[in-house]
């Protein structure tokens, strides 16, 4: 198989790419930042496999961590966190009996896209460039693996000391009992995952495609705007699929409550003239509303990124929010890949989830 040394540079790019590819979830940067450290430390380097050149009848899987993004940042370090995943993964391939070729991310994100490097670093094997989502997301029941039907069982949660081995036949179910174990005291609202075990023909189908690339040029474009001075927002919006300015302001509150495995909260970001926008999340941001306007601008799957308008990343964990505080934000629409905005299941998929939001309209098109 053909496969590319990912370069300590490229991880960072990767990192702040990703961090605006997850709409304000997918991990809180710090996750990254010490799984990039670790890897230098240890003189690991990650390799990154198209998935064009991944043999059909070869096995992978995904590799994920689910939870809290400040649980994350609060109380895990990149040993127990590699531990956590590497666990869950070596119990699949137990469960199943496949020998995996390669891990793949369940989505985009500043912590999961790094929990699956962590696993292929531990265990010598390449990174698929794909995931489930092109973005993050807060429930498995949106991504493209349960959209193309690919049996999410068995799954398997791990942290430092305990290992759960799910079978259920659907991907309702098994969101429901992963976030019930993660919850439990003994994991503390995260735990590392392995599961949707999948060979190369079925990947491919299932799968978006080049995602980790995507994001990688995307934090590539970030880093030469900011050091030749070019306007990291503009770079931004550009970069993105049908990329548009929503406001700028300055984040003037926010709250959230953790449980269930979830943040769930708002951010409230005022402007100049005094006006202001309200964005909703579930771990990642779900719907934004202008407070003069009569109807949401922009709904999930669709994106709503953030950006400090000097080219600062950052995501809805409460570290990382602090440190923006006082800055001026970027709030930047974009659209979702194809296989998610386009497919019915997703949508119902996300639109339940706005639901248990409050919202109690239709979705339209970014």
């Given at each position: ?22 709409c ?7 996750v ?5 450290a ?6 690991k ?9 991944f ?8 590799s ?43 989505e ?12 292929a670093?531990q ?10 989502a ?14 193309h ?6 799954m ?29 005291p ?5 735990g ?7 060979d ?26 900011i ?11 550009n ?26 909260g708002?951010?409230?970001?005022k ?13 990642e ?6 407070t003069?306007?009569n109807f ?7 994106m ?8 600062t990343?950052f ?11 006082g ?10 890949r ?13 639109m ?5 939001l ?9």
């Amino acid at each position: 198989m053909a496969v590319r040394t990912l370069s300590y540079q490229d991880l960072e790019d990767i990192l702040n790419g990703a961090a605006i590819l997850a709409c304000g979830g997918g991990g809180p940067i710090s996750v990254g930042q010490q799984m990039i450290a670790y890897f230098k430390r240890r003189k690991k380097t990650v390799q990154l496999i198209d998935p064009a050149e991944f043999g059909p009848k070869d096995m992978a899987c995904v590799s994920a961590f689910m939870g809290s993004p400040d649980a994350a940042a609060a109380a895990l370090s990149p040993k127990s966190i590699t531990s956590a995943a590497v666990a869950a993964f070596v119990a699949l391939q137990k469960a199943t009996s496949y020998k995996f070729k390669a891990v793949m991310p369940g989505e985009v994100g500043a912590g999961n896209s790094f929990v699956p490097m962590a696993v292929a670093v531990q265990r010598n094997i390449p990174v698929l460039d794909v995931d489930g989502a092109g973005r993050a997301i807060p429930s498995l029941t949106q991504v493209t693996y349960a959209s193309h039907q690919v049996p999410v069982a068995p799954m398997v949660l791990g942290n430092t000391e305990n290992v759960v081995t799910v079978d259920v036949k659907t991907v309702e179910l098994a969101e429901q009992i992963a976030r019930e174990i993660v919850s439990a005291p003994d994991f503390g609202q995260d735990g590392g995952m392995a599961f949707w075990s999948m060979d190369g023909k079925t990947m491919r189908e299932a799968s978006i495609h080049n995602t980790m690339t995507y994001a990688l040029n995307l934090g590539t474009a970030l880093r030469e705007a900011i050091a030749s001075k070019k306007d990291p927002v503009e770079t931004v919006i550009n970069y993105l699929d049908g990329g548009k300015l929503l406001f700028v302001g300055k984040i003037s509150s926010s709250d959230v409550v953790t449980a269930g495995g979830f943040d769930t909260g708002r951010v409230f970001i005022k402007n100049q003239a005094g006006q202001e926008m309200i964005i909703y999340n579930q771990n990642e941001n779900l719907m934004a509303w202008n407070t003069a306007d009569n109807f949401p601008l922009i709904l999930a799957p669709d994106m709503i990124s953030y950006l400090a308008t000097d080219g600062t990343t950052f995501t809805n964990a409460t570290d990382d929010m602090s440190k923006v505080m006082g800055k001026e934000i970027a709030v930047i629409g974009s659209r979702a890949r194809a296989k998610l905005r386009d497919s019915d299941y997703t949508i119902n998929a996300f639109m339940n989830t706005l639901r248990q939001l409050g919202y109690g309209g239709k979705y339209f098109k970014f």
